[in-house]
């Protein structure tokens, strides 16, 4: 080799060094380009903003997060294809989870990850693991009503008494998810009837959780179906919300326990940095003292405040088995009439 092409060979290789060194890449991390992660998330950036910055800093991973619907990210992810940018998919509802797996898009996770958490908690095929639990509860206006006042099952509320005085979000993945887990409890002709019931009440149609209790608070309804850690979400900014939770009787359809969940639609090394960021001590402190949701590992506790996790009985059913439904519920919930 003459010298003219040694020096050439020298000059490129040191280019790709620089280069490389330059650009970083998912796998670099270099200053000036980090290693970037895509999150589908179904969490809202107020919940779970502060969350990803905590990993941003811990990892020097960026995330760049997709915020939406569980259930609308979920049929975002299925159109797209194997060409989905997305890697995570941090969703509200073990539902969503279920219907990306049923697609074949999630990837199955390490046992050694899958145990941090109980079964009860986790897919029985190991393509997704709940991160954080959150109960079923009718939240009501502690200026109308006393706890004596309220049923102790969902299935009362299709009584006439409550005609303009229910407040939901039909839309809302985790109101799906619990319509779901009514259809696996009870059948598909009970489930419809209730759905029936419920709008033949006139009940108010909202988008959310926390707009269901915004509605409760300026006295537009009285009582709603929403998550139990909202209330403290929007306590935190006005303490003398004149709104509690009302927790219904064990395996009633309306006192499901969810999870929030996680599954990987990339087997990159941002990908499962961010699943074992989740479920590490930080992670779950955080849903524990940030959210008021309740953290899933053991070793981590939940706010004094929050009913004991384990006091807390929903239907006899696995959350696995939501996915599935899901579709098919939302059909449902159009059937019956309730659509914004």
Partial sequence: MSASVRVAVLCLSLLAVLFGAGCGGSAGGGDDDPRRLTVYSGRAEELVGPLYERFERATGIQVEARYGDSAELAA??????????????????????????????????????????????????????????????????????????????????????????IGLAPTNASFQAFVSAMRLSVGDARTLAWLKGIEANEPVL????????????????????????????????????????????PKDPGSLVNVSGVGLLSDSPEARRFAEFLLDVEGQRFFATDTEEYPLIRGVRSDEKLRPLEQIQGPDLTLGQLGAKLPSTVELIREAGLTP
């Fill in 206 to 249: 909202l988008e959310n959780n926390i707009q269901t209790l915004e509605a409760i608070a300026r006295g537009e309804v009285e009582v709603g179906f929403v998550n139990h850690y909202y209330l403290y979400e929007l306590r935190a900014e006005r303490p003398d919300l004149p709104v509690e939770n009302h927790y219904l009787r």
């Fill in 76 to 165: 975002t992810i299925a159109e797209e294809g194997p060409n989905s940018p997305a890697e995570v998919f941090f969703a509200q509802d073990a539902g969503a989870l279920g219907a990306v797996a049923a697609e074949g898009r999630l990837r199955a996770l390490p046992p050694a990850l899958l145990e941090r958490v109980g079964k009860r908690f986790r897919d029985p095929e190991g393509r997704w693991v709940g991160v954080s639990g959150r109960a079923r509860v009718v939240a009501y206006d502690t200026r109308k009503l006393k706890p004596d006042q309220l049923p102790d099952t969902i299935f009362a509320f299709t009584d006439p008494r409550w005609r303009e005085r």
